[in-house]
């Protein structure tokens, strides 16, 4: 759970709105890169390593977190040092008043969404509705200093670290995804030098968030036989629909039965979980997981995907809360997956089917 | 002081917790930077700190100077079977910078989250709006009401976690600029040579009502008041020029009038003539709104004559206050000029 977090946080430090990865790239690289044989980056900003057995004809099993998080983009620069934006991803207008950005034009510089005080606001204000063409961002630059540092096109991510709010509680932005990433990290460190017959192969897709287009097309190039795709899920909190309760913080990783995911692969990790000791909590998804499940999955001639989440409150946040208990046992389930996956789903890693045309 | 320092003292006090209530642990720290001046000090029983400095020379009447020391804040007013928090805000807070947030409790230190529903979970009636305060929630990562309980409880008070930053070309942003700024302009005149014998007050409960400065006009009973403060700048982006009430860079803010006060008219031409006189930029706020413990001063025993002179300071009242230095400066300059004049009066 420490070396997760630890983990973790040195992944949410990074930058990387959802379009803008390539920014994140060598520092990605730099962290993750003793961790695997080889390691790239693809056109679309994603990175993704192998770690190779030493059987040359084994097969492949993916792992899968994004890279990216939801932000801002700049659509104007106005008097005063002010910025107008545009979202990167879906994010909820009520928290930004007065809520501390990073700005990555020309260096890196801090920004205040604008919040008009209680002093100046006629009553009722605060009620209305909000749009975040209401919005501005602060800079504290002027105009003339501004648009030497900011352009239209510049993006805007959340500003706030990660921290622990008790032993096994954090909260940061951009857990979406990087604390699955962590986890992933983590299984990988679990098994240490141990060679399961199998490549792994991990990638940090870029894009996840504008619809999954690092992931399909880094899967592509990766070509797995079969894959583990991990990504936060909504933990349940009072007022949310009652069906929510089957993902609740603290009580295991998610697991997903979807038409999205493979039911053999689910139906398999559940048992597994079981025997390992590992808690998970199976969760139903009818239509779109809203992951990159269906990206890793439609790839090529279509892949067998596992789906876990980690459940997360206060998604697309500044304040993205977790129970740290629940990345370790996505870790420790991973790890299991990984361990047993080349013996007991033998028949995925069977290459050279004879083509039925 | 140097400015350097002085802007490392705002810092500091900018950090410390003291939301409206509970301005013990600030008090204390202002009181261990103005020990070694010399100048005595007595603490009344509403917690305001009053200091007297001997100057050069006698005032033919009682000059004050004040700042408050409480920050507008939280105060957890029950626990939920989830262990979640629920809290109300200690003076004006809009709920809009409260959603999302994190705060610090004053306690411990413990951070907690305003727990905001993620988009994704919202239905289509609540994008885009904001719950009252009453409907938000505390998160401490606790999961039920034992374990909460052990750690917070009903009348526990929280602030804006601290997060004073150099910001911009020139600018600071913190919590609490209003009015640990005040603060640091009083501590850093006591420490230096006075024209006259003067007094310093550092209020309490200005943020619900100037129920320090109360206490403390009727102790001192001042002549005249001088309220040391931030005040709003509306001058942002999309806001017309006419209702932006000051703007950052333009100098200290002296007031006509705001919503609790009608300032002084003498004491308002002095000021305007001192800083012609002395060159420290300054601007009339330009429209009627907000207000100070001058309301206070002004209207308590048989009324004191008030001058406030402020630093624009934009999001007041908000987990990131903006405020540019040259103006926190100019008011500290022009304060200054101020007490090592004669004033005119009647």
Sequence with gaps: MERIYELAKQLTALPGVSGDEQRALGQVRELLGGSF??????????????RRSKNPSAGTVLLDAHLDTVGFIVTAVCDGGFLKVAPVGRIAEKNLSAAEVWIYGEKTIPGVFAAKPPHLQESGESEKKMSLSDFAIDTGYTRETLETLVRVGTYVGFKAEAERLNDHIAVSPSFDDRLCAA??????????DEDVGLHIAFQFSAREEQGYKGAMTTAYRVDPDMAIVMDVGHAYVPGAPERRKTAVAGKGCLLSYAPQTSRALTVWAERVAKEEGVPVQPVAEPGRTGTNSNAVQTTRGGIPVCLLSVPLKNMHT???????RDARAAADLVAALLRRAAKEQEGLFRHGTASLL | MEPQAFFEKLKAYC????????????????LADILPSGASYEVDPLGNLLVFKRGRERRPYKLVVAAHMDEVGFLVTAVTDEGLLCFDAVGGVDRRVVSGRRVQFCKDGRTGVVASKSIHIQTPDEFGKCEPIADMRIDIGETDREGAEALVRIGDFAVFQPNYAEFGEGLVKSKAIDDRFGCAVLTDLIHSDLAYDTYFAFDTCEEIGCDGAKEVCHRLRPDVAVILESTTAGDVCDTPEGARACELRKGAVLSHMDGGTVYDKELLAFALRTAGEEKIPCQLKNIVAGGNEARAYQTSGTGARVLAISAPTRYLHSACCVAAKEDLLAVGRLTRAILERSLPLC
Excluded: K, Q, Y
């Design chain 1, 37 to 50: 044989d080889e390691t790239f980056c693809t056109p679309v900003s994603s990175f993704w390593g192998i």
């Design chain 1, 183 to 192: 986890a992933h990290l983590r299984a990988l460190e679990l098994l240490g």
């Design chain 2, 15 to 30: 950090a410390v917790p003291g939301p409206s209530g509970m301005e013990d642990a600030i008090r204390e720290r202002i």
């Design chain 1, 318 to 324: 500044a304040n993205e809360v977790v129970d740290l």
